[in-house]
């Protein structure tokens, strides 16, 4: 308990005291993180919808496949970027191993499942309701698309809040990937490891405070910026 | 609108790509939790205008990542593995830069009463007489090489040994904190047991032995196998390190005024 207790004391004065290697990696776990977001949204969102009102032969065994790699294992992720990226792997030559960007490559592929599956389970109720007025206007299926996304916007900001979720959290992949380098690839998680490993468990505890207060900063900030959950809308 | 992400996209991929003289070299998880990076890597970027970015592994990770090309050198502790690593190819030499020693740490009541042993060997035999708890790193690296050559120099086979012998496959820290936790035996390297914050009723319980010293070496990954590594820095790090000023921070490093490591790189 007495260990918590510091912990909280010590991400109050690292916050208060604006200290400069936590606002550094502070910074890069939301860099690489928001990055990651924009990615996997761009790609998982219309992939979710697409599969909601597309039918075709294996339809099933893909969004079960997408169930399935919502638990994909960070650190075997992880293993798989850092195998395709390192110089002896195929992606060598680009010498991205090590660097914020291969973190990226890697939260991209850990969330977008995730994200496109939440996306997909929306949409398949959307589309119930929606089906047969987008039909009977006769409308393309990339205005289908468009329509549907327009119209569960709220529920897609769930998904993809969780998917940041999950990104600002993870640490097996990104230690693998980027090193935990000091002023190159250290993030806020990778830095807990660190300091849990030194026994320092307050400090370790109050990046650990700081990240959370992040987390919910970022997610405060989207539904103010979005107009979500207010008065009169929805 | 499509367009215009993908530009901003590239702009921040562009960002990222954008460094100075960048060296990076892989190091023991032992060298780094004893602080002395944190002396050292200022002065090589004042000296040398080198950055050297860490990447702290054990030294079996260190030289995998020494074989694959990436990292450019690498900073170990475990004999063997490194002549394997220059006979296979990988690395252009080993040089050694400076020791320091291991330490078994236990819990303070000492139920296998290892402050009245004689020699490491005598304090391993003991430990497996009383059938006391010892944590073992268990993740291949120097100071599990160590371990396990120390158990095979008192005669014994860790792989007989029945449930008080804990594998935890983890870093010197996290080791640390098991071994607190069961209140058990474990052989940490001097510098990580002084730096460790969690240390609750655990004690330092034997040391000096010759045979618990700690030799590091560094190795620059082979240009001919990876053309692309920096070995112009590499050997510019490899004069450095084993020149006048690191001898003045190696040997004049303390904590809590204790001396930790000892600079013996031959000039050449």
């Known amino acids: 308990m007495n260990d918590i ?15 400069a290697d936590l606002v550094e990696i502070s910074l890069r776990s939301l860099q690489v993180s928001l990055s990651a977001l924009v990615l996997a949204s761009a790609i998982a969102i219309p992939l979710g919808t697409w599969l909601a009102i597309r039918r075709f032969r294996y339809r099933r065994a893909t969004i079960a496949l997408l169930n399935a790699l919502m638990g994909l294992p960070p650190v075997v992720v992880g293993l798989i970027v850092y195998i395709l990226l390192s110089r002896s792997g195929p992606f060598g030559v680009l010498g991205l191993l090590f660097t914020p960007t291969a973190m990226i490559i890697a939260q991209v592929i850990i969330i977008t499942p995730l994200i496109a599956s939440i996306t997909h389970q929306a949409m398949r109720d959307l589309w119930a309701d929606y089906h047969d007025l987008l039909i009977s206007l006769n409308a393309s299926k990339r205005d289908r698309i468009a329509a549907l996304i327009m119209d569960g916007r709220r529920t897609l900001l769930t998904a993809s809040l969780a998917g940041f979720g999950r990104a600002i ?52 900030l989207i539904h103010v910026l979005s107009r979500t959950e207010r008065a009169g809308r929805w | 609108m499509i367009k215009r992400l993908a530009i901003a996209l590239a702009a921040m991929l562009m960002a990222f790509a954008a460094q100075a003289e960048v060296l990076r070299m892989a190091v023991t998880t032992s060298f780094h939790n004893s602080g002395l990076s944190d002396i050292l890597l200022p002065a090589i970027a004042e000296d040398t205008a080198i950055e050297v970015q860490l990447l702290v592994v054990g030294t079996g990770q260190a030289i995998r990542l020494g074989e694959a090309g990436d990292v450019d050198a690498i900073l170990v502790h475990s004999r063997k593995a490194e002549e394997a690593f220059v006979e296979g190819g990988f690395g252009t030499h080993r040089r050694e830069i400076m020791y320091n ?68 496959g983890a870093g010197m820290g996290a080791s640390l904190n098991t071994a607190t ?83 013996n790189a031959k000039p050449r």
């Open chain 2, 101 to 168: 020693d291991f330490v078994v740490i236990g819990p303070r009541v000492d139920p296998a009463d290892l402050q009245s042993a004689g020699s490491v060997r005598d304090a391993l035999t003991r430990i497996q007489d009383a059938k006391a708890d010892f944590v073992s790193r268990g993740d291949d690296s120097g100071t599990h090489k160590k371990e396990l050559s120390l158990w095979g120099a008192a005669g014994l086979d860790p792989k007989t040994f029945g449930g008080w012998y804990h594998e935890v």
């Open chain 1, 5 to 19: 207790l510091q912990g909280l004391v010590s991400a109050f004065w690292l916050v208060v005291t604006f200290d």
């Open chain 1, 169 to 220: 959290g993870e640490v097996g992949a990104i230690m693998i990937v980027g090193g935990n380098i000091d002023n190159a690839t250290r993030v806020l998680t990778t830095a807990i490891a660190l300091e849990t490993g030194k026994g320092d468990f307050a400090l370790a505890l109050a990046l650990g405070f700081v990240l959370i207060a992040l987390a919910i900063a970022v997610n405060v």
């Open chain 2, 181 to 263: 936790g069961l209140g058990a035996y474990t052989l940490s390297d001097r510098a990580s047991w002084l730096n460790f914050g969690n240390r609750d009723d655990m004690a330092l319980l034997f040391a000096g032995d010759e045979s618990l010293n700690n030799q590091y070496a560094y190795l620059p990954v082979n240009p001919e196998r990876h053309p692309h590594v920096n070995a112009e820095g590499a050997g510019k790090l490899e004069a450095w390190l084993t020149g006048p000023r690191a001898k003045e921070l190696i040997d004049g490093y303390t904590i809590n005024g204790e001396t930790l490591f000892v600079f």
